[in-house]
């Protein structure tokens, strides 16, 4: 898949649980994999990318999950 | 001038023989060197405040980090920020200590330089999981303090759910007992593992600790997901002369040394000590009591086990043995494929914040063993099961 | 603001090999053998016949920027410029000329650093953040680390005891120092349940996650308030749903106290590593002393000192005197909370006719 379009994937993934569900990398990668046959270390780049890019950011709720940045 | 604030309750813990870190945490508060005096000064005035209520006013975590790290920065928040503005954000950085904690006084000066100039100017040396710990900055310092100590060649630590700084006893740097280089095998597990430990990825923590023999100086067996302990095959090396000066000089050989050794394979005739080797499980008594006479036998290697961790949630485990010997020596590929293989069972069946151990409790041992492709071995257990309960695959059973 | 340097990721810690004293990297690996000259000063001889001194000294492990300029500078004359760190958090000076043994010993103690933790003693203590930076923090624990040493202070810089003696604390039972492994530890511990701040859980926590955190399932949803709900007989106040969601806070400054566990070990030394066990279920939070707890580490303490043989560490004495003979040579009350009803209960219920009066 397209690194580009993947992102997006992953992007809106996040964006649509959020108050819902948290996810933790490992999830998304799972999901990545069942839903769109996405390989675990095609979907690692993508989300290092949209980590390295403050698109997506870490945080830690005695766990670590992915998140969509707060806004000031 | 920072509001300075009265603290009677903690400057009762100034007074007493041992180190003060009330004294430390004032001199922050009042060094020159400290550019932010505000830091310190505050955290005395929250300090005697949990000591008078008698409870924390921290809160909460929180989303903070550097940029494309899910690691390494404690987030740590004041929930009175308005009593104590020093210490509205008083975040923690972790930065990955060196191998067996060695220093030369340039290198921590430059890390004391940095810290005074964006934090609080207090530190651990080290925390718990073995990292400097920067203690207190606030969100904006981040990526000028990442900026000053990445480009000087120090990064961080690991927290959250991924790889945890690994760490190690001071091993062949100045131990005589060390049956493999662990301050070698700590910095390329550290460097292999990089990814995995600024990137959190994995149900929960994964620490690894290296102990070189089974003194275990660093507490592995404890506290670490991985613990890789020295040890040795062949037999003890003895130097009679040595054994018979220890008598010489007080030790009582029979009742220190032979009747403490939990496999009875010693015997002392008051002139000669005898080692039955095939008995000795190599706890490391007699060694470690006769340092000049007696040394580990010359076949070296370490024991790998797997699972430890403290209490929280269903009860303290310590780890389990899973490979009896390995030989350790770079450039390490046996070890590494175990360990990927390892993070590939818990990847796929771990339960979120469930640790390797509790994972392996849940799903069985047996089961672990077969999905890792690791051979049943006797020093695998204490004792066989008591239960007649166990299962069989399709290929043990006739059609 | 100036110009900040390029930053770099994934570069790992520098390699240890730049940081070592030219004697431990002319000798690496190649020990021989080693001699305890005093409480905390020993000597490594190298198979080459090279020397090097250690002196230990004790660091309360919070130590501001000067600390470390001030132990630099000592390192600086004595030790050509290298230190280190013990895993236990004191500071080691290394040196490899014997002349300057005695003179860097002599600057240590005019500038009253605490020498010792060597050998057959009480090392320092491994422990927590406590409220200095922790936000489950049920005690501090720098404080109960410096009140219990002010008072044990002389097994560290002089007098020996049976075996090493190892202390932690942990501020709560997350217990991030290695209490559930140690001699005597400390932990800070809750009595009462969390609190539930229905307001707040639907943004601050996600309800699955609460639900699951709970090793004995006293949580569930509670759908009416988009909240959860506590079923307060089965709670046992680890406070794991507080880690997951904050919105369920419970400390609760009345009730919270300190615990102590004895009788663990991690060293493999003669018997195998053993867990801490329960000696006192709760002493009071009485800051800034803890008077309560002084007392009965300094009981436990005494009457292994009185009774354990040579090498023996604590979990050993117990074990071969047994742990009804503990509760007798201690005067510690036995009562319920002593007896397990967690996982591992049924390990170490009596299953034999054989005990002491």
């Known amino acids: 898949m397209d690194r580009e379009e993947l992102k997006k994937i992953i992007y809106e993934l996040v964006e649509k649980s959020m108050g819902k569900k948290l996810y933790k990398p490992g999830d998304l990668f799972k999901k990545l994999e069942k839903e769109h046959g996405v390989s675990k270390a095609e979907a690692k780049a993508a989300l290092r990318e949209l980590m390295d890019a403050g698109t997506l950011i870490y945080s830690y709720k005695g766990g670590s999950y992915v998140e969509i940045p707060p806004k000031e | ?399 | 603001m100036s110009e900040l340097p390029q930053r770099q990721t994934d570069i790992g810690p520098p390699h240890y090999s730049k940081f070592l004293p030219p004697v431990i990297k002319e000798n690496y690996g190649k020990w021989r053998y080693h001699e305890i000259l005093s409480a905390g000063v020993m000597v490594h001889v190298a198979e080459s016949g090279a020397k090097v001194w250690t002196v230990r000294v004790a660091s309360p492990r919070l130590v501001s920027t000067d600390f470390i300029r001030d132990i630099c500078e000592i390192a600086d004359k004595y030790c050509d410029g290298h230190l280190r760190f013990t895993t236990r958090h004191n500071v080691e000076f290394l040196v490899s000329d014997e002349s300057k043994v005695d003179p860097l010993v002599n600057e240590l103690k005019e500038k009253g650093y605490m020498i010792g933790g060597i050998g057959d003693r009480i090392s320092n203590v491994v422990h927590t953040q406590g409220w200095v930076h922790c936000h489950s923090a049920a005690t501090d624990a720098s404080g109960l680390v410096k009140v219990m040493m002010d008072e044990l202070h002389e097994y560290f810089t002089e007098k020996e005891l049976p075996a090493k003696v190892r202390l932690a604390v942990a501020c709560c039972v997350n217990m991030c120092g290695a209490v559930h492994c140690s001699d005597i530890a400390l932990v800070g511990v809750h009595k009462t349940p969390p609190r539930i701040e229905h307001d707040k859980v639907k943004n601050l926590c996600e309800i699955p996650s609460t639900v699951a955190s709970c090793p004995t399932s006293a949580i569930s949803p509670d759908p009416a308030k988009k909240s959860v709900k506590i079923k307060i007989e089965k709670c046992m106040y680890c406070g794991n749903c507080y880690s997951v969601c904050p919105a369920m806070p419970i400390s609760d400054p009345k009730n919270d106290g300190v615990a102590i566990v004895v009788g663990g070990k991690v060293s493999n030394l003669r018997s195998n590593p053993k867990f801490s066990k329960l000696a006192v279920p709760w002493l009071p939070n009485n800051p800034p002393r803890w008077p309560e707890v002084v007392e009965n580490v300094k009981k436990i303490l005494n009457a292994y000192i009185e009774g354990a043989k040579k090498h023996e560490r604590l979990g050993e004495w117990v074990e071969r005197i047994g742990w009804e003979k503990f509760f007798k040579v201690t005067g510690l009350p036995f009562q319920l909370q002593h007896i397990d009803d967690f996982t591992f209960a049924r390990e170490t219920w009596r299953m034999a006719a054989t005990f002491k009066w």
């Open chain 2, 1 to 399: 001038m920072p509001q300075k604030h009265p603290t009677p309750l903690i400057d009762e813990l100034e007074k007493g023989a041992f180190p003060s870190f009330v004294k430390e945490i004032k001199r922050a508060a009042e060094s020159s060197n400290v550019q932010d005096n505000n830091y310190a000064q505050d955290l005395l005035g929250q300090l005697e405040l949990s000591y008078k209520e008698k409870k924390t006013h921290w809160k909460h975590g929180g989303i903070v980090g550097v940029r494309g790290y899910g690691s390494g920065v404690i987030g740590r928040y004041s929930d009175i920020p308005d009593q104590f503005p020093g210490v509205a954000h008083f975040h923690t950085i972790r930065v990955n200590q060196p191998g067996g904690f060695f220093y030369t006084t340039e290198a921590l000066r430059e890390i004391c330089d940095i810290w005074d100039k964006y934090g609080s100017g207090l530190t651990n040396m080290h925390g718990s999981t073995g990292d400097i710990i920067l203690l207190g900055t606030k969100t904006d310092n981040l990526e000028p303090v990442f900026a000053e100590l990445s480009s000087r060649g120090w990064d961080l630590g690991g927290s959250g759910s991924a790889v945890r700084t690994p760490s190690c006893c001071v091993g062949p740097a100045r131990c005589e007992w060390a049956c493999y280089d662990t301050l070698e095998l700590t910095y390329q597990i550290t460097q292999r593992f990089q990814d995995e430990l600024h990137r959190p990825m994995f149900p929960y923590k994964f620490k690894f600790k290296m102990a070189g023999c089974a003194v275990d100086c660093i507490a592995s067996i404890a506290r670490a997901d991985m613990s890789i302990i020295g040890t040795w095959k062949g037999n003890i090396q003895i130097d009679q002369d040595e054994v018979r000066n220890y008598a010489k000089n007080g030790m009582d050989i029979q009742a220190e040394i032979v009747d403490m050794c939990p496999t009875g394979c010693m015997s002392w005739d008051g002139n000669e000590l005898k080692i039955n080797d095939e008995d000795c499980n190599r706890c490391m008594h007699c060694i470690a009591k006769m340092t000049k006479a007696l040394r580990q036998g010359e076949e070296k290697g370490a024991t790998i086990l797997l699972g430890s961790k403290a209490p929280i949630v269903t009860g303290a485990l310590m780890s389990w043995v899973i490979v009896p010997f390995i030989k350790l020596e770079p450039p390490y590929e046996e070890l590494f494929d175990l360990v990927e293989r390892i993070w590939e069972f818990w990847d796929e069946h771990g339960k979120n914040r469930e640790r390797v151990g509790e994972l392996i409790e849940r799903m069985g041992f047996p089961v672990f063993l077969k999905e890792t492709g690791i051979e049943p071995h006797p020093a695998m257990v204490k004792e066989p099961r008591r239960d007649p309960f166990f299962f069989w695959s399709e290929e043990d059973v006739e059609k």
